[in-house]
């Protein structure tokens, strides 16, 4: 109720390749457990029934189940993610092979700003660009009236996706249009 009676955009500024003291942020060395609904992680907003070892999540009020090692799980004995004092864990996760460990970085930029801000957004963007990893992922969305995800990298042929902002689509026919479903096209 809350989100949709705000008139403030919620956001969020991650800074995920600073050093930060362990003694503000909590390192665990295991992976988040995540809803079945959402893909959210447990954190200490999500409600907890420890007699039948079931949280709810706090984003979509899916019922999920705690993974077999949080059987000890009581009031008193809490997983790092639980405290209400640790809003921020840093998951240390486990390295796969063949899964690229790079980071990945996400700009997401409201193009319905003032020209102005728009620009400053440019320099702000193009100054955080030089500051990341030789080997980090970067992604590019834009958006006003529509939705625009844009391929980077082709400087001869830029490439963008365009989303209608007036239509609904589902997780499937975005996968699909962004070749990311399995089954879609490819681009070369």
Request: with cysteine; hydrophobic share 35%.
């Amino acid at each position: 109720k809350e989100q949709r009676e705000c008139v403030v955009p919620f956001g969020a500024i991650v800074t995920p390749t600073k050093n930060i003291s362990h003694d503000v942020v909590p390192r665990v060395p295991y992976e988040p457990v995540r809803c079945k609904g959402c893909g959210g992680v447990l954190n200490p907003y999500a409600r907890v029934d420890f007699a039948s070892k079931i949280w709810v999540c706090a984003m979509c009020h899916a019922r999920n189940h705690f993974p077999p090692h949080y059987n000890a799980l009581s009031e008193t004995n809490l997983p790092a993610e639980l405290f209400p004092s640790y809003t921020t864990v840093e998951y240390a996760l486990p390295r796969r092979s063949g899964v690229g460990n790079a980071p990945a970085y996400l700009f997401v930029v409201d193009a319905c700003a003032e020209e102005e801000e728009l620009r400053a957004c440019a320099r702000a963007v193009t100054q955080a660009l030089s500051l990341l990893p030789e080997d980090a992922s970067v992604g590019l969305v834009t958006f006003g009236t529509h939705v625009h995800v844009h391929e980077l990298g082709f400087t001869d042929c830029p490439k963008s996706y365009v989303f209608r902002g007036n239509k609904e689509f589902t997780t499937q026919q975005i996968k699909d249009q962004l070749t990311l479903g399995g089954g879609g096209r490819r681009g070369g």
